[in-house]
């Protein structure tokens, strides 16, 4: 595996692949790698002839009071996966190759109505940090095809939505949620849970199934179920919920009342670490006129 910390290598080594006619994919990251970033190199891998990760914690989408400083940095681990499963090149840029300019630059802005609700609510400025390092990272390593997690989901909607209205030339493919045994979706930030709240983090998964449920089943009064999603969770043993949403999947506006799918968004903080999760449903008219999950 090859690493390139400077524009300059990067393109050097593009360049030639592009010359030799092969498809680059490419997986952003922030590091501290886990069976989800590995299983979307194993996407990546499956679908181009040459595949770029890139490891890069980006200050811009971090908050004043957030954990940008103590976000875990793991990179000889890292680059151990990635050589194990023969990434051809790591992308490392210092902040100051990112952003020689400072922080103050010009900025990507994807519209508020896909970027200040649900993670934009509680992290001003976020979706404008992800999507301008996103967007020059696509300038960079220049992919046929880029992936990204479905965790994120609201990342993913945001980061679409960018390259359609900008025009890039990049396909952007979203990869399933990677889940523990016991359900509970694989974050770097599941690090930080001791094991008391080990325990408790699978229940986020265990809620959104039973709304997911309560959906299909045909009930469509989607503010009750929210709020008694919310007090299970508390009552799970979750410190606090920042909220749990029955949404449009495109728009992410309040669901209406017989759309065909739904997604299912939460937060929930155990202690410090707040745990995302969503669920995607789609319901389809079964033969015998009722409702069944697709
Ligand atoms: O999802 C992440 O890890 C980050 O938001 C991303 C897409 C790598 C941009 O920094």
């Known amino acids: 595996m090859k690493i390139a910390e400077t524009l300059k290598a990067l393109s050097a080594q593009v360049t030639q692949w592009k010359q030799a006619g092969l498809k680059v994919g490419f997986v952003p990251t922030m590091g501290n790698l886990h069976q989800g ?59 100051d190759e990112m952003y020689p300019n400072g922080l103050e630059q010009t900025r990507v802005v994807v519209p508020d109505a896909l970027t200040t609700l649900l993670e934009g609510a509680s992290r001003p400025g976020h979706f404008d940090g992800v999507s301008t390092v996103v967007c020059k990272l696509f300038n960079m390593v220049q992919p046929d095809v880029a992936l990204f997690g479905q965790k994120d989901y609201q990342q993913w909607l945001v980061i679409l939505r960018m390259v359609q209205e900008l025009a ?75 909220y749990v949403r029955v949404c449009d999947p495109n728009t992410l506006q309040p669901a209406m009342s017989k759309q065909e799918q739904y997604v299912i968004l939460a937060v929930a903080r155990l202690g410090e670490t707040r745990l995302l999760d969503n669920t995607l449903v789609r319901v389809v008219p079964s033969f015998e006129g009722g409702l069944e999950r697709s």
């Open 37 to 95: 970033h590995l299983s979307l190199v194993q996407q990546a891998q499956s679908l181009c002839d040459r595949v770029v990760v890139s490891v890069f914690v980006n200050p811009m989408q971090f908050g004043p009071n957030e954990d940008f400083e103590h976000y875990p940095r793991t990179f000889q681990a890292d680059s151990a996966k990635l050589n194990d499963l023969k990434v051809d090149l790591l992308y490392l840029p210092s902040v």
């Open 168 to 242: 890039l030339p990049v396909e952007v493919v979203a990869s399933p949620i990677v889940r523990d045994k016991d359900g509970l979706a694989l974050s770097s930030r599941n690090k930080y849970l001791s094991s008391a709240q080990r325990a408790i983090a699978p229940k986020l998964n265990v809620i959104l199934q039973e709304v997911a449920m309560a959906i299909v089943s045909g009930n469509q009064n989607f503010k009750a179920l929210e709020k008694t999603a919310s007090q299970r969770l508390l009552q799970a043993g979750f410190d606090d919920v920042d």
